[in-house]
């Protein structure tokens, strides 16, 4: 397992399933839910969507404002978190963990390449 971060603030915690495909769970950082205050609403996408790189696949409002939630790599979405749906608070209290969106099955696992480890994503929110 691997954590991966974007630079609009998802990250991305990879597993490998025993069929040698790589699936993974997404969510928000710390960051972007401390930017965004009190978590009122999500969006989540629909299970079996496909999205490309960079393609909205959610949004996450507050009491502060609205922001979209961006897929980190080419994936297909495999479950979404009702919990979170029902709750929009776990985005807050626990972003890292049951705070989470959606799982994916990534389609070119190779973007991985392109994402940020915990040092780098640490890097870009404190020169931010």
């Given amino acids: ?21 790589t699936s993974a769970t997404v969510g928000i950082t710390v960051h972007a839910q401390d930017a965004l205050g009190d978590v009122v609403f999500v969006e ?16 996450v409002e ?13 994936a297909e979405v495999t ?11 776990l985005a807050n209290s626990d972003p890292l963990g ?12 190779a973007q991985l390449e392109q994402l940020m480890d915990a040092s780098a994503y640490e890097t870009l929110t404190h020169s931010a």
Avoid: C
Avoid at 7 to 20: I, V
Avoid at 62 to 74: E, I, L, Q
Avoid at 98 to 108: A, P, Q, S, Y
């Fill in 79 to 89: 479950a979404v978190n009702e919990a979170l749906r029902d709750d929009p608070s």
């Fill in 1 to 21: 397992m691997s954590l991966k971060f974007t630079p609009e603030h998802e990250w991305l915690q990879t597993s490998e399933d025993g069929s040698g495909s």
């Fill in 98 to 109: 049951n705070g989470w969106f959606f799982k994916i099955t990534l389609k070119n696992p």
């Fill in 44 to 59: 989540l996408p629909a299970i079996g969507a496909v999205f490309a790189q960079g393609e909205v696949a959610g949004v």
């Fill in 62 to 74: 507050s009491v502060k404002a609205a922001a979209d939630v961006y897929m980190p790599v080419d």
